[in-house]
């Protein structure tokens, strides 16, 4: 793989990254206050997304993904009339599944929220009903530009998405609360940000997709395959990529039914319990998603065309290279994440969202416990599982672009089973109680990771040992880890509290703890030289280190 097209999909995966960053800090922007506002009552809102993200992954998981590399193999080959026509026909589909699921969503949002026990989610779910449709255009749209290896309007779009969220969803979820509205109709007004974010997001990309010129294709080759053929091939490659994203988002889904039943079952009061999972939802998950989904899931985006390009025209080097270099920078970035995150929890909570966030709550020993401290635990729990989050993400791309997407689809089946069977046990013993979610959470993920390990080692995929992948990374990340909460604990003693002085500990101690990283992953000799140069300002950080002699 030459440098060229080294460069080229970590630039793609920089475009992704940078975007998703933006995107990510303004729904935290979105999710702190609208969290402070609605407290507890934060999983109404929570509960009625849930149920989209269902929906909206089983409606577009695979037919973008399906789009993505059959125009990329289609473009590769110069055939410009059969990638336009793939894309068409992708259009139309998700067109046709988007209505239906929308239509059904807000037909039998009063059933659904009877059926998951989140009663007050009915409006929040029928604002929110109508994205599905617009968010289905938006994927045939997005995956027919990533085919292309055009990955600026899926930035653009998503940042238009995330600033009419934050604008529109947090100035009337606010309007609604000085109006003394109950928090049922707050959450239904905080979700019309999102309804009104993808509805502009879809507009720009049906603009950017009928009138831009930067859509260029090469047409060397006038052979089209026929719309029966390529329809097969289509649900060929989406179903099972369809099943193994809705499989996870099922068992997800299935937190929102099973967990608070099980804590009403095992002895919590209703209300008890939505502040449990309120907490849960509203501040651990938030935040365990937003760095495997900022700066490792780009780069499944951006890998599967590679890989797919490179496959049909038949370059297995190339193809074996990009393989080995997206597992390798994905557990480069997820370690430290993994081990920060764990150390840090709680003062990361405290500052985003106050230590005084919710009502204490009352444990079934007579102990009482801050929301806060809940969250704090079950986020350390869930900060072990972003290494194997991130690297699923990753292997499902590498095994889906390789043509055997069947494969992560039994992986992330078992690992969701495991993750309900996970709650349905854990849940119901008192003294694990919520905790037990993000447990079968973790569970879920390593044994996904596992099978797909397995899985590429046993198609012929090399150098994919997890222990020569990740080891000398790993110890770096303990060394991070360790250095950052002992920087924390030094600077408690000797400052004061308060929001702004927590601020300023975290910041200390997680710089540190990222320069602790590059300087042990350096000093083991744990990336390389070619490692450095795909990172963004790759070039200029390897020349420097190779003037200071710290790489040969």
């Known amino acids: 793989m030459g440098e060229r097209t080294d460069k080229s999909f970590l630039v793609e995966a920089s475009i992704i990254s940078i975007s998703n960053f933006a995107v990510k800090i303004i729904g935290v922007l979105f999710s702190i206050p609208l969290s402070n506002l609605l407290q507890g009552e934060i999983a109404v809102f929570n509960a009625a997304y849930s149920v989209y993200a269902m929906l909206y992954m089983i409606s577009t998981a695979g037919l973008p993904v399906a789009t993505s590399r059959m125009v990329a193999a289609s473009a590769k080959r110069g055939r410009a009339k059969e990638a336009r026509q793939i894309y068409k026909i992708c259009l139309l589909l998700f067109g046709v599944i988007g209505f239906v699921f929308a239509l059904a969503m807000f037909v039998f949002a009063d059933k659904i929220a009877l059926w998951t026990t989140h009663y007050n989610s009915v409006y929040a779910m029928r604002v929110i009903a109508p994205t599905l449709f617009f968010i289905c255009v938006v994927s045939a749209i997005r995956g027919y530009l990533q085919g292309l290896r055009n990955m600026v309007p899926t930035a653009v779009s998503q940042f238009i998405e995330a600033f009419f969220k934050l604008s529109i969803g947090l100035g009337m979820a606010y309007w609604s609360n000085s109006q003394g509205h109950s928090p049922a109709v707050q959450a239904a007004f905080a979700v019309l940000g999102i309804t009104v974010g993808v509805f502009f997001g879809m507009i720009y ?53 099973i967990v608070k039943k099980a804590l009403i079952g095992s002895g919590f009061s209703e209300a008890v319990a939505n502040e449990m999972y309120g907490a849960y939802t509203g501040l651990s998950t938030k935040l365990a998603d937003l760095l495997p989904s900022t700066f490792v899931f780009p780069i499944a985006i951006s890998i599967l065309p590679a890989i797919s390009g490179a496959l ?20 480069i970035i997820a370690l430290p994440c993994s081990a920060l995150l764990f150390v840090l929890a709680r003062p990361l909570i405290c500052v985003l969202f106050g230590s005084t966030w919710g009502k204490p709550i009352s444990m079934l020993d007579g102990d009482t416990v801050m929301p806060v401290d809940l969250a704090a635990t079950a986020l350390s729990i869930l900060a072990i599982g972003i290494f194997f989050i991130s690297l699923v993400s990753t292997t499902n791309a590498l095994l889906q672009a390789i043509g055997k997407a069947y494969l992560p689809m039994i992986a992330v089946s078992v690992g969701a089973v495991c993750l309900v069977v996970s709650d349905l046990i854990l849940v119901n013993i008192t003294a694990v109680n919520i905790y037990g979610a993000p447990i079968g959470t973790l569970i879920c993920y390593i044994v996904a990771f596992s099978f797909n390990t397995v899985s590429l080692k046993r198609s012929g995929v090399k150098c994919v040992s997890p222990v020569t ?35 300023f500990r975290l910041g200390i101690s997680g710089v540190v703890g990222l320069v602790v990283y590059c300087v042990v992953i350096l000093l083991i000799k744990g990336i390389t030289e070619k490692e450095i140069r795909l990172l963004p300002m790759g070039n200029k950080i390897a020349t420097l280190l190779l003037k200071l002699r710290i790489i040969k």
């Open 205 to 257: 990309l049906i603009i950017y997709s009928r009138f831009s010129k930067n859509i260029y294709t090469p047409l060397t080759d006038y052979g089209c395959d026929s719309n029966g053929a390529i329809i097969k091939k289509l649900a060929m490659v989406a179903l099972p990529v369809t099943i193994t994203s809705s499989a996870l988002y099922m068992s997800h889904f299935a937190d929102t039914i």
């Open 312 to 331: 049909a025209a038949k370059k297995q080097k190339e193809a074996d290279e990009y393989i080995h270099s997206s597992m390798r920078i994905s557990g």
């Open 469 to 503: 992948l990740y080891a000398k990374p790993f110890i770096a990340a303990v060394a991070a880890g360790a250095a950052s909460f002992g920087i924390y604990t030094l600077c408690n003693l000797i400052s004061g509290d308060g929001r702004l002085v927590n601020l």
